[in-house]
């Protein structure tokens, strides 16, 4: 069985300030991990993943995230924040490519202040 | 670009009628998905379905639900008989084939009352 952990259901940062959204999961076998962005009254929308290939993954709107076996981790960062950057985020987990299900976590709702 | 359309965006229905959501899923996807979101909860996997069937459901996913590829561009869930706890926001999703990431749709968000 997979499971995510989303640490913080809010997180508030200033313009410009360092946005760092934590997520730890479990998973049975080598996992695939995924950071959705859903932005007010619209739907999921992939922002990076990652598939066993380079641990440090890049993603759309300056987002990257790295996969820490070790740590069971797969934190989100980006180094400076936009206004546009609030909206909810997900991390999720699956056990491989097309077919297999997605295992969300609980989201964490970011708050940028000017 | 493809994207995965839903119809319609917000449904209102009485408990005890069938209600049934639609998605087109992007063309040359092979994999499709429902999922939901039930306020202030997670995003919780209901089904997937290939090759025409039911591939993995959920525990949530029970006689009262039930999928279709009707013709070569929808895929529906119908709710027999609705509850108040199937308030919720429904995404559906596909995949290419070989492709890990799924794509969403915007969403239904489904009322009962």
């Known amino acids: 069985a997979q499971s995510v952990t989303q640490l913080g259901s809010h997180v508030s940062v200033s313009e410009g300030a360092l946005v760092l959204l934590r997520c730890n999961y479990s998973s049975s076998v080598p996992p695939y991990l995924f950071w959705y962005v859903q932005y007010p009254n619209q739907g999921l929308q992939l922002l990076l993943k990652?598939?066993?290939?380079?641990?440090l993954v890049k993603g759309i709107n300056g987002f990257e995230a790295e996969f820490k076996k070790s740590e069971t981790s797969f934190h989100l960062t980006k180094p400076s924040a936009h206004m546009s950057d609030a909206a909810e985020y997900f991390c999720?987990?699956?056990?491989?490519?097309?077919?297999?299900?997605?295992?969300f976590g609980g989201g964490t709702r970011v708050l940028v202040k000017p | 670009e493809p994207e995965v359309t839903q119809t319609p965006s917000h449904q209102v229905t009485q408990m005890g009628q069938e209600v049934i959501l639609r998605c087109v899923p992007i063309s040359n996807h092979l994999y499709f998905y429902w999922y939901r979101q039930i306020l202030g909860q997670k995003v919780e996997f209901l089904v997937s379905f290939y090759n025409n069937e039911i591939s993995e459901k959920s525990e949530i996913f029970d006689d009262q639900f039930s999928v279709e590829r009707p013709d070569g561009s929808n895929f529906t869930l119908k709710i027999r008989s609705t509850k108040l706890e199937d308030s919720a926001m429904y995404f559906c999703?596909?995949?290419?084939?070989?492709?890990?990431?799924?794509?969403f749709g915007q969403g239904t968000r489904l009322t009962v009352v």
């Open positions: 990652y598939t066993s290939a380079a641990t």
């Open positions: 999720a987990v699956s056990e491989g490519t097309a077919g297999n299900k997605l295992t």
């Open positions: 999703a596909s995949n290419r084939e070989g492709a890990s990431e799924a794509f």
